[in-house]
């Protein structure tokens, strides 16, 4: 026992250590945030109390009513906020208070700016939430005792804000937590009851239990002082300060906007606008309320597969877990909110969502929903789908090929630059739209990036014919669009494979070849001797105007992007051979039907296969010799 009593001083996470150097000297604006965040903790304390007093009553039986209470003592400037909630042991204390366990913490440190402002804002969208307190404190104490602990078993976790804290047990009657804060000089406004009643109404509102700060004191009576009468001080009393119900459970004409973007912030930990929201009571043979937020901007951890994802779960506004990802299919990973659903199990774990078809109906409509919040934002507010999409544009790709009974849909939400759009992004809708009426298909165009794209040779008889081509330069696409066959019932076609075929639209190509067809067809064969075994055919090319050659893959074997992925995850590639397509009327394919020096005739096709590649976004195989190649075929020249 006497060990466990002794306090001791341990350090801190690197991270967090930087974290708070930084909370305490330099961070000065926005600094009203602390509040919330602390009131968010113990509402959140509240909740998981609430949920093991399903299983163990005892835990609440002595304190059945939660809440948080805000206490000021002006003279030592101080401020507490204390919690009846889950409580934390001592080990939990360390753990929790002395280590940042969220992922991202690392980028979020690193994108810093260095200005306020942009900071702060950063902050709030990481949520640091109890270093927050730093803001205002230089000194912050936390006692704290779990709610199936002895008053024993206490603890106090100490810290002035520098590279160490102290914790140490104590007795504490009470389960729960205070979090006690020293102010700086500079932020001793936060004394100020009605400044904190304001800060509460403003960020906290929502919070499903009673906020509670000390009444004012009661005018003088005339016949005496009551309190004095009852012979000592009088027990202080304490009243609500916010509206203390569960924000989804109240009906949607009495919430007005900023009271859905302050609970948006408690949910997602972003302190920035949601893009969108809808919230919705579903009644019927399954019951269950929505509150769904698309965030404008993606959080830190938007690519990390192991960042926490999903709605937070109610049943019967009883808090069950967060992060439920079950309501959600990956690709919407950045949807936050609430689902609370009447029909549940109160013991439901994680397992059984995954076996409750209750819960597929749910995502299902979850989906619908969300994909309707899109499609309205990308019709009505075109500017903001734009930003939206640059955020989370290739999260959303990835349901092309996972949600198949959405597809349509998600394809119509995708925006892609094109041959004509300039700096500026279309929509599929608006690609068919402007297809002439000889057009068939929809044509696109996969490479390493945009820019690739736009200056491949693939497009020049699109150019020619001025027919419009999607232009993706994301890793995702070639995965992305390998699922997509079709919009509004017409084919896609990737112009890099297979046999070019423009119909109508480009049936003039035949007559306008202008090489002799006897050196044709010998540059064809010598190139296919030179070649050998690198291609699978030679053969005279329609896609071609202005470039000599071009490496055409068959229609399903794996593009580029592809093989770079598996290869680097070092799985098997699969061969496949592509086809050199060549231009007749380019001079270098006459010289090299014309040409009588047999090892220049090789470099030559060596060459021009070599910068077919290269225009097509892979690497040579060799390099080296295709600079020899060149150089001798320079010098020669
Ligand atoms: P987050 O809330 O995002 O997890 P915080 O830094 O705000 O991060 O808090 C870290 C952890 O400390 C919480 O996850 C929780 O376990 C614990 N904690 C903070 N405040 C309280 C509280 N009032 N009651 C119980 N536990 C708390």
């Known amino acids: 026992m006497t060990e466990a009593v002794q306090a001791q001083t341990l350090g801190f996470q690197t991270e967090a250590k930087r974290l708070l150097h930084l909370m305490i000297h330099s961070m000065y604006s926005n600094r009203d945030i602390f509040l919330r965040e602390l009131i968010s903790n113990a509402s959140d304390a509240a909740d998981k109390l609430r949920f093991a007093a399903l299983e163990n ?25 204390t919690d009846n909630g889950i409580g934390m042991s001592r080990e939990e204390a ?29 902050i709030g969208q990481f949520g640091i939430g109890f270093y927050s307190g730093f803001l205002v404190a230089d000194r912050i104490l936390v006692e704290s005792r779990r709610a199936d602990l002895a008053a024993e078993q206490g603890v106090r976790w100490s810290c002035d804000g520098e590279a160490e804290f102290i914790v140490e047990t104590i007795e504490r009657a009470a389960r729960g937590t205070s979090v006690i804060l020293h102010l700086k000089e500079d932020a001793r406004d936060y004394e100020n009851d009605w400044r904190l009643r304001a800060l509460v109404k403003k960020y906290s509102d929502h919070i499903a239990i009673p906020v509670e700060m000390r009444a004012p004191p009661p005018p003088p009576q005339a016949d005496g002082d009551a309190a004095e009468d009852a012979g000592g001080e009088a027990q202080p009393v304490y009243e609500r300060v916010n509206s203390a119900a569960a924000l ?80 959600l299919p990956l690709y919407l990973r950045f949807v936050r909110g609430v689902v609370d659903c009447a029909d549940l199990p109160l013991n439901v774990s994680r397992e059984l969502l995954q076996r409750t078809p209750a819960v597929d109906t749910i995502r299902g409509a979850l989906t619908k929903r969300v994909l309707d919040l899109l499609e309205g934002v990308a019709r009505d507010r075109s500017d903001d789908y734009l930003a939206f999409w640059a955020e989370f544009g290739n999260v959303l790709k990835e349901g092309l090929g996972e949600d198949h009974a959405n597809r349509e849909r998600i394809a119509g939400l995708l925006r892609l630059a094109s041959t004509r759009s300039g700096d500026g992004r279309i929509g599929l809708a608006d690609y068919v739209a402007a297809m002439g009426p000889e057009q068939q298909k929809i044509y696109y165009l996969i490479a390493d990036s945009e820019r690739a794209a736009r200056s491949s040779p693939y497009l020049e008889v699109f150019a020619k014919r001025g027919i419009e081509v999607l232009l993706l330069g994301e890793r995702i696409d070639e995965w992305a669009m390998s699922h997509l066959r079709e919009f509004d019932g017409k084919p896609l076609c990737d112009i890099s494979r297979g046999e070019l075929d423009l119909g109508e639209a480009g049936e003039d190509s035949a007559a306008e070849a202008g090489a002799e067809p006897a050196e044709r067809d010998a540059a064809l064969e010598r190139l296919k001797e ?6 699978a055919e030679v053969r005279i090319s329609t896609r071609l105007t202005e470039s000599p050659a071009c490496l055409v893959l068959a229609e399903h074997a794996l593009g580029p992007q592809m093989r770079k992925i598996l290869s680097a995850s070092g799985q098997e590639v699969p061969e496949a ?42 690497a040579l195989e060799d390099p080296a010799d295709f600079v020899r190649r060149l150089n001798r075929l320079l010098l020669a020249g």
């Open 94 to 122: 360390v753990a929790n208070l002395g280590t940042i366990a969220r992922s991202g913490t690392e980028e979020f440190l690193g994108s810093l700016s260095g200005d306020q402002q942009q900071d702060a804002q950063l």
């Open 577 to 618: 051979k592509p086809v050199l397509e060549v231009n007749p009327d380019h001079p270098l394919v006459a010289r090299i039907g014309s040409e009588t020096d047999s090892e220049r005739r090789d470099d030559l096709a060596r060459v021009l296969y070599d910068q077919a590649a290269l225009a097509a976004g892979e």
């Open 248 to 327: 989804w459970t109240r009906p949607k004409s009495d919430i007005g906007d900023e009271e859905y973007r302050a609970f948006y912030q408690h949910v997602s930990h972003d302190f920035r606008e949601p893009l969108v929201w809808a919230h919705n009571k579903v009644e019927g043979k399954l019951e269950y309320t929505s509150l769904i937020y698309v965030p404008a901007h993606a959080p830190f951890d938007l690519y990390n597969r192991d960042a926490p994802r999903g709605l937070k779960l109610y049943i019967q506004r009883t808090f069950i877990m967060d992060d439920a990802e079950q309501f």
């Open 57 to 81: 009553g005892a835990l609440l039986a002595d304190d059945p009513e939660l809440r948080v209470r805000i206490e000021v003592d002006p003279e030592a400037h101080v401020v507490t906020i």
């Open 530 to 535: 030179a070649l050998g075994e690198r291609v």
